[in-house]
């Protein structure tokens, strides 16, 4: 690989469209500062440190839950569990709260997860089943479970705890959210590990061509189990920092964010067939969606125009994704 | 290998041989009926005076979501997938039932019509973005989920609107004989009407082609791109027809998708339709919401939980599917 080629080709309509497929974040950057942008000539004076912590603590849980599905899209997969699990999560924490305390809350709630996790990755992994009907099986399991554990707790208190809403809700100085303690060590642990770990590269590998990554020797049932359940865990953490944010613990509460989070992980640029994209653009996708919905509620538009909205954008920007990297369903 | 040997001596076959052969192809079919007529034989043990009315119910409640898996079935066949199914029936729905309200009777023929030819149109926008675009069938119905789900709400903010008499009438009660609802009767005249010359035609093979190899059928001469977008307004025309039986069966018309989306593709792969595509039929699908919805029905005959309806649909579906794979590796390990 001489730099010389690649530096020419940058100038060429051929080297942009290098740019988009190897460097996907720069153009989604560029398209959340237009948004940014419209947003604030749309609104003037509203865009602030103060708005922007309020973006940023609601982007992410709906970063987490796309980066469940990067990482299981990167092998091909998808994850439509990630909503119940979320909204388990949340709702155990709070139910467990008066009696055995915020701990034990925790523990539970994660202990299920890693069930959740296991019961998709073993499907997936061991049964070949396809990861989005095993993953859609497995959400009603949760969402029936967690719906018959209400009924069961129902005359204890359902607060969500004072420290789950610190950490969702609150901002240090206005900017930065509480939930970056969680997030940011997360999305470099993801980060890197995408890119210098041998499992990572292995999610890359079982994605671009399964065959080949069972003949060099990868053995893709266990890397799919572990994948499945780092998602299911992925999944609560975000729960947790959902019902602080919302200060609500209901079993339906994160179902509405798992469109959206497949959708952030498309638009980052993270291809469906696997094989393709990173958690960096995911983070910005989820961004991108948190700012148009902003946008769209912000200019007053009915909750009918703003869907229909956020619907084309959605198929625009897959579009636009699919004409520059030439990656089509044929 | 199994299926060149079946082929070979097709000149001299006895009547029993033919006989096997169906058997085989439908062994799928044949043994979600056996587990339908073990769970009615369950049903009518737990909860003995479960009867006519008992069967007419269960017709009238599993009619919008069998011709939601119908419209599943077909995309899928067709090598896609459809989600905004659910959100097709709000739509298509919420036209019917603000149009209808307070018009004549023969005015909501017309308005019938006019929706079910909403819904071709609604599926074939479907599929032409899907070939214009080349995004994946699963990003593009997944937006389309929105926009259609937002169209819905244009039309009405609330559940409102009406039905006609005779819309209404269709479905309820029963046709002739008490142990027939009428409901089943559409349903199977319907589909049948649809499907079978359908699966009979040129297209219908086309659908099929494109669904188990796109390049092989494209090299064949098959139109890939014009087939998907049939297949895709035909899963809009069973949308629409699972959203008129919401308004008939619920005499208005709900703005909020339900879950039919994920019901439907539940049902598909219970009944026998492969997620790769290209192989299944709409009747195996249809039995798999039979199954579905009655598992719920004898949970609340048990005065279970429903909850655990909900569990025990998602077990279901896991280990129906698990065991079919397991088949299939047996199959491909012989």
Known sequence: MSATPQTEGWRTAAGGRRLVREQPIIPLAALLVLVVVIYALV???????????????????????????????????????????ASMAGFMVASLLSGPGLGVGLAVALGAAVLAGLLTGIGVGIFRVHPLIMSLGVSFVVLGLANAWQIITVQSSTGVPAELRTLGADRFAQLFPYSFVVFVPLAAIILIGLRRTGYGRMLYAIGDNPVAARLSGARGWQVLIVLYVISAVMAAVAGFLLAGLTNVASVTLADSLVLPSVAAAVIGGTSIFGGRGGFGGTIVGALILTVISALLTALGLPEAVRQILFGTIIVVVAAAYSRVTGETTG | MSAATGTIDDVRRRPVDTLVAWTRRNGWTLS?????????????????????????????SVLPLAFAAAAQAVCVIGGGIDLSIGSMMALTSVVAASQMKGQSEELGVAIVLGVLLLGLVLGAINGGVIVVTRVPDIVVTLAMAFVWGGGALLVLKTPAGGSAQWLKDLVLGSAGIDWIPKAAVVLLVVVALVWIPLRRSKMGLSIYAIGSNRLAAFRSGVSVGRTKIIA??????????????????????????????????????????????????????????????????????????????????????????MFGSLIQWRRSRR
Request: proline share 5%; charged share 5%; hydrophobic share 55%.
């Open chain 1, 43 to 85: 609104r003037p004076g509203v865009v602030t440190t103060d708005w922007a912590g309020v973006i940023l603590r609601a982007a992410v849980p709906l970063a987490i839950l796309a980066g469940c599905q990067t990482l299981t899209m990167l092998t091909g997969g998808i994850d439509l569990s990630v909503g119940a699990i």
């Open chain 2, 232 to 321: 895709y307004a035909l899963t809009g025309l069973f949308a629409a027809l699972a959203g008129l039986s919401l308004t008939a069966s619920t005499g208005i018309g709900n703005p909020v998708p339900g879950p039919y989306t994920l019901m439907s593709v539940a049902a598909v792969v219970l009944g026998g339709v492969s997620l790769a595509g290209g192989r299944g039929g709409v009747f195996g699908p249809i039995i798999g919401v039979l199954i579905l919805v009655l598992i719920q029905n004898d949970m609340s005959f048990l005065s279970l939980d429903p909850n655990l309806a909900l569990v025990s649909q998602g077990l279901i579906l896991i280990g129906v599917v």
């Open chain 2, 32 to 60: 979600l009926l056996a587990i339908l007529a073990l769970l009615l034989v369950f049903t009518k043990m737990v909860n003995p005076s479960y009867g006519v009315s008992g069967i007419q119910g269960l017709a009238i």
